[in-house]
């Protein structure tokens, strides 16, 4: 099974910076199918980013995915007040079909 | 619009049972793969169960297998999760959730139910 690691856990941003998140596989994603959630509190998750740099509908251009391999980023250009939350990435594998979760970043305002 | 709305959670003890349900709409339900993802209170998200777009085909976490069964009632566009032998560590919160029509990622969720495990 392969584990995705997304550290640090936290992030400390002021609003306008640009923010870079990473999420490490411990083995290859095939076919780069890695996907990027936003989650804010009593919500439930968001899809921003799948197959690692396709935006899903709706998400402003400021969120950027890119990687491939065991290596994924993503990257919110200038932070908007909106989007401090948790982020996860999550990967999918196809043969057993299996979709895992890592653990989530937080960013947070400085 | 497209939607889930997630119904059936609440407060059960050790061992008992709960059956959620998670009712679709603004989408063709009948065409796509479906999902529940339970959060542990603070923590990550894990897949629970999946199911294919005709129900013949399920999966289950391993914590869960044996325990959980996922169905659909794709007449009444109805997703459910009966959950027996409950353990306090299935403490969560569940979403409903459907992939992006593509089973690598879960474009749309329901607001999520929350299930207590508790004597």
């Known amino acids: 099974e392969i584990v995705l690691t997304q550290s640090p856990g936290t992030l400390s941003f002021s609003p306008g910076e640009r923010a870079t998140l990473s999420c490490r596989a411990s083995?290859?994603?095939?076919?780069?199918?890695l996907a990027w959630y936003q989650q804010k509190p009593g919500q439930a998750p968001r899809l921003l980013i799948y197959?690692?740099?396709s935006r899903a509908t709706g998400i402003p251009d400021r969120f950027s995915g890119s990687g491939s391999g065991t290596d994924f980023t993503l990257t919110i250009s200038r932070l908007e007040p909106e989007d401090f939350a948790v982020y996860y990435c999550?990967?999918?594998?196809?043969?057993?079909?299996?979709?895992?979760f890592g653990l989530g970043t937080k960013v947070e305002i400085k | 619009e497209v939607q889930l709305v997630e119904s059936g959670g609440g407060l059960v003890q050790p061992g008992g049972s709960l059956r959620l349900s998670c009712a679709a709409s603004?989408?063709?339900?009948?065409?796509?793969?479906m999902y529940w993802v339970r959060q542990d209170p603070g923590k990550g998200l894990v897949l629970v169960s999946s199911?294919?777009?005709?129900?013949?085909?399920?999966g289950y976490a391993d914590s869960v297998k044996g325990r959980f069964t996922i169905s659909r009632d794709n007449a009444k566009n109805t997703l459910y999760l009966q959950m027996n032998s409950l353990r306090v560590e299935d403490t969560a919160v569940y979403y409903c959730a459907r992939d992006r029509s593509a089973p690598d990622a879960f474009a749309t969720w329901g607001q999520g139910t929350m299930v207590t495990v508790s004597s």
């Open positions: 603004g989408f063709s339900f009948r065409s796509y793969w």
């Open positions: 999550q990967q999918y594998g196809s043969s057993p079909p299996t979709w895992t």
């Open positions: 199911i294919n777009s005709d129900g013949s085909t399920t």
């Open positions: 083995q290859s994603v095939s076919s780069s199918f």
């Open positions: 197959r690692a740099s």
